[in-house]
């Protein structure tokens, strides 16, 4: 079955200090890989991708993800962590070839204390 | 970036009733739109892939009597939750994917939510 693991339901960081927000993936073919963000009570945002290419994506406010194929693996990643970054973090995953529907992981609240 | 918008943003009601939440593609044309619940905590469910045109294909354990979709022009499908019940009461998101031409690489943009709370 396809599927997709945040395996960290929370992670919390200082500001300032670099953070990683782990994603696994499990999905027969060639995956699309997605992050989005949602703050509070609102909808969410698409941060980056990976389709194809350079396995370091950067995307919006400074965050990077690598793809990983050997560990199936798309960690989202930011070099120095900000107070606004702390909102709710999704990574999604579509079978290349497939309908247009995403495989969510349960998501990852991320806390940066100032 | 496209831009989704979602309408109402909050609504309380009461038991019984029924309400209505719409979603509009603003700056682009969308043939799809997915509906999603949200509980609290915890990820998004895909409800229903709306399509223009054509009756919505539901997911496994949605009931369609319930939760009636419309797409009836290519930049608005509404959500009506019939009947509702307090158990009804939940974070729905709409979404759409972005003109890229290539809907399997293209993200996701999202509306901002509905917050519905049944009395």
């Known amino acids: 079955a396809q599927s997709v693991a945040q395996p960290e339901d929370q992670v919390n960081v200082a500001e300032g200090n670099p953070l990683t927000v782990k994603c696994t993936y499990s999905?027969?073919?060639?995956?699309?890989l997605f992050w989005y963000v949602q703050y509070p009570n609102r909808g969410l945002q698409f941060l980056l991708k990976?389709?194809?290419?350079d396995n370091l994506v950067k995307g919006s406010y400074g965050f990077e993800a690598e793809f990983n194929k050997s560990q199936t693996s798309f960690h989202l990643k930011k070099p120095s962590a900000l107070v606004s970054d702390s909102a709710l973090y999704f990574c999604?995953?579509?079978?290349?070839?497939?309908?247009?529907?995403?495989?969510w992981g349960l998501g990852t609240s991320l806390a940066v204390n100032p | 970036g496209a831009v989704v918008s979602q309408h109402p943003s909050r609504v309380i009601c009461k038991s019984g009733t029924s309400v209505k939440i719409e979603c509009r593609s603003l700056?682009?044309?969308?043939?799809?739109m997915f509906w999603y619940r949200q509980f609290p905590k915890q990820s998004l469910m895909l409800m229903a892939t709306?399509?223009?045109?054509?009756?919505?294909?539901?997911e496994q354990g949605v009931e369609k009597d319930k939760f009636l979709i419309n797409h009836a022009s290519l930049t608005l499908s509404t959500l009506t939750v019939t009947s509702a019940h307090p158990e009804d009461s939940s974070f729905y998101i709409c979404?759409?994917?972005?003109?890229?031409?290539?809907?399997?690489?293209?993200?996701?943009?999202f509306g901002e939510g509905s917050r519905l709370t049944v009395l």
């Open positions: 979404s759409a994917p972005g003109a890229s031409g290539d809907l399997g690489t293209g993200e996701l943009f």
């Open positions: 999604a995953v579509r079978r290349a070839g497939n309908n247009r529907k995403l495989i």
């Open positions: 990976y389709i194809t290419g």
């Open positions: 700056d682009f044309q969308a043939t799809t």
């Open positions: 709306s399509n223009e045109g054509s009756k919505a294909t539901y």
């Open positions: 999905v027969s073919g060639n995956p699309y």
